[in-house]
Structure formats: C-alpha cells, structure tokens
C-alpha cells in the first residue's frame, strides 16, 4: 500500500514534467523559424553599423570566409567589396568583462583603421557597465577612424591603466575588456591582412540567407 | 465574493506587497532596480509569469500531492518563463532585446513561488489568478518605486530609456533631473539597493502604523 502511494508522487511529477517538455518543445518549433530570422535580421544591423553602405556595393552577410584566431577558435570574416576589391572586413571579437565575455563586431577598412565597434551581446552591470551600448552612450564611437598605430600600441589602453581611453564612472573593467578586445581584434587583422583582403580567398559555405 | 477580491487587489498592491511587505524576491530587486524603466520591466515579466502559473497551479491543484508540490512549482514557472522569453524572441523582438536579459532571473524569484505555495495551491482558479495580476503589479509598483529613488539619486534621471521598454511614445516619461555628476553613485551599486529597499519598508510600516494597523510580519495569507 505505501509502495503504491510513494508511486503515485513519482507518476503526477513526470506526468507533469512530461506535458511541460511537449508544451515547450512545440513553443520551440513554432518560434525557432522567427527567432532565427530575427537573429539575422540583428547580425544584418550590426553588420550595416560598422561597414558603411559607401564602401560596398555587395552583400557583407553573404560574403564570408572563415579564419582561425590565436587560440584557434574558427571566426566569420564578413567582407565587403566594390570593384573587385576588398574594401572593409568585419568579425566577431570578445572581450572579458565583469560578467562574462563581452561580445563585438568589429569593421575595419584594407588599410586597417577601425570604421566602426558595435557590442552585440553582454552581461555587464545595467546602468554602469552598460553605456558600452550605442544606446546608452556614445562612448563605444570614440574608436571609429583609429588604428594599431594611432594612438601607438602601448596607448590602447584605458587612462587607469596608461592607456588613452576613458574609463567610465564606476566601471573601469568594462571599457578595459573592450579595449583590450578591439586591440587584439586590430592585431589579428593586421597579422592575417593579406588573406582577409584577398578578393579570391575561399568563401565560406553559406548558410541559406534570407 | 466582492470583498474577497477586494482584500487580494490590497493585499498584492500593499498589506502584502512581495517587496515591501513580505521581503520576498530581494535578489532580482536589488540587481534589477538601478533605473525605474529596468524595474518597472523586471516587475512586469515577472507580473506576466505570476499571472499565469497561478492560474495553472490552482487549474490543478488538486492532482498535485502534497509530497511533490515544491517540484511541480518550479518545473511550472520555469516552463512560463522559458515560454515567455522564446515567444517575446520571436514576436516582440525589440522589447525582448531590453527585457531579455531580466527574464531568466525569474526562475530565483521565491515571490511566485510563495504565491503559489501559500495561495494558488489551496484557492480557486479566479481568485488564483487575481492573486497571480496583483502580486505581479505589486511587485512592478515597489520595483519601479526602488528603481526611481535610486535613479533620481545616483544617476539624476527618472525613467531613462523608457521609450526603448514602451515604445517612442512614452519618450515624455524620461527626465533628466540633474547633471550626470551630480549623482551618488551607490545608489546605483547593490549598497543603494539595500539602502532605498530598507527606506521603503520602514516608509510603508510609519504608514501602517500612522493608519492604525497592526505592523504585519509576513502576513494573513503567507504560509512561506
């Protein structure tokens, strides 16, 4: 009789965990689609933030090879062209923030200047560590036209740290993570130039787009 | 009937508040209330979860045996809440891109499951429901209360960015009070939380008293 009842609790917690699981595996099914093309739809954005539309005359999103960094991690390179040449490139970089990986896009033209930063996705304090938003503050646009030699190397650092970037009020490991993130992302260019800008370098195998 | 859904609108909106009453669901409220639009938005997801897992507990409540109601609970407002922030992904996706990263702290909130262990599990599903909105609102109102005091003080703004949460036309809410420098700034760091959250409940017990009530720990229907 007690074995019967310890049962019925083991039966009504997996009936229970059973119909749940269905519930949310169709809610995924039915909004994978719309969540896919919506994540598209951010990359386009951010993509058209840190390639400027002068630059190009092709589709940056289609136009992908895939490289590998330092730590051998496999990177998208999107590359906009005009004219049969390579005229801007922008990938993915991370940085180390307060809470977590910080993650970027980063543009930067043939010759290496930075035409654009934007943050895609990070976990930093709201209201302090978050102004490295375009929407919460301009901060993140101070690096637009730099480069790995303006300022000189040793200066890409936050002021805290005998650099010449402002850190912000209340939060110095932020803007030092995106810093430091933009610096290796400029080093990486530079070290992997020549394939980056090779109009003929192998373009990736290109997931359907939209 | 009517009294009765009169005592749950005043216990979720003040007798009981979640925050400021019963002290419940601290941990998103001191993380989330740095601005009044950040707690206002947290306050709302989670109105939304408590409004629907109350209505789903009560629904049920009478097949889930006492020995395994604490896991049916969770395995309820986890599923609303993985429910809420996949369909506002896929078909709110702005608001989603500045609620998104509050939602997934609702499943740390104790505030709904207190709710539904002290309520839903034992009332009808109307009343459940009613309890589930109020609580919600109740929680959004001292959310938002918390975020203002600390905003207007450490930052010098009052609902910044309100019209990225609500949409363009409520750019009006956002206020700058002050210049940037002026704030003190821990009242933005987790201490001001502690401090305006602390300020809050003695504000509301002066009230309480002033009204002649009984100072209430815990309260009438919190069995948590």
Redesign the interface.
């Known amino acids: 009789m007690k074995q019967q009842r310890m049962m019925?609790?083991?039966v009504?917690?997996g009936v229970?965990?059973l119909g749940?699981a269905f519930?949310?595996a169709v809610?995924?099914r039915?909004?994978a689609k719309?969540?896919a093309a919506?994540a598209l739809?951010d990359r386009q954005n951010s993509l058209s933030q840190v390639i400027p539309d002068s630059i190009h005359n092709n589709n940056p999103v289609t136009n992908t090879i895939l490289m590998k960094d330092g730590q051998g991690n496999e990177i998208t390179v999107y590359r906009a062209t005009r004219e049969g040449k390579v005229t801007g490139v922008a990938y993915e970089i991370f940085g180390s923030g307060y809470a977590g990986k910080i993650k970027l896009m980063l543009g930067v033209d043939a010759q290496g200047k930075v035409l654009g930063v934007r943050v895609l996705a990070h976990?930093e304090?709201?209201?302090?560590g978050d102004k490295i938003e375009t929407?919460?503050g301009d901060w993140i646009l101070r690096f637009n036209d730099l480069s790995l030699g303006n300022p000189p190397v040793e200066k890409w650092k936050v002021k805290k740290d005998g650099g010449q970037f402002d850190q912000f009020?209340?939060a110095t490991i932020t803007p030092r993570g995106v810093v430091r993130a933009i610096r290796e992302g400029l080093e990486f260019f530079a070290a992997n130039k020549a394939q980056m800008t090779d109009i003929d370098a192998s373009k990736a195998p290109m997931k359907e787009a939209h | 009937m009517a009294t009765e859904y009169k005592t749950i609108v005043k216990d979720g909106l003040w007798e009981n508040n979640g925050v400021l009453g019963m002290l419940l669901g601290l941990c998103p409220t001191m993380a989330m209330t740095t601005s009044a639009t950040n707690g206002l938005g947290m306050g709302l997801a989670t109105a939304v979860v408590m409004a629907a897992s109350s209505l789903l507990v009560s629904v049920f409540r009478s097949r889930i045996t006492q020995e395994v109601r604490i896991p049916v609970f969770i395995l309820i407002v986890a599923a609303m809440v993985t429910l809420v922030d996949l369909c506002m992904n896929a078909w709110m996706h702005e608001l989603y891109k500045v609620l998104g990263l509050f939602i997934p702290l609702i499943v740390s909130n104790c505030l709904p499951l207190a709710r539904l262990e002290a309520f839903a599990a034992k009332e009808p599903v109307m009343p459940s429901l009613m309890d589930g909105i109020f609580m919600g609102i109740g929680f959004t109102l001292a959310l938002t209360a918390i975020g203002a005091v600390r905003e207007v003080t450490g930052a010098g703004t009052l609902f910044a960015d309100a019209s990225l949460l609500l949409g363009p036309a409520f750019k009006f809410m956002e206020m700058h009070l002050m210049p940037p420098d002026m704030g003190v700034l821990m009242m933005i760091l987790p201490p001001g939380g502690f401090l305006v959250a602390g300020l809050l409940v003695v504000g509301k017990r002066i009230l309480d008293v002033r009204a002649g009530k009984a100072i209430q720990m815990g309260g009438a229907h919190s069995a948590a």
């Open positions: 019925i609790h083991g009504i917690l229970f965990c749940f519930i949310l809610t995924d039915l909004t719309d969540i919506r739809e976990k304090t709201p209201g302090l929407k919460k009020a209340g």
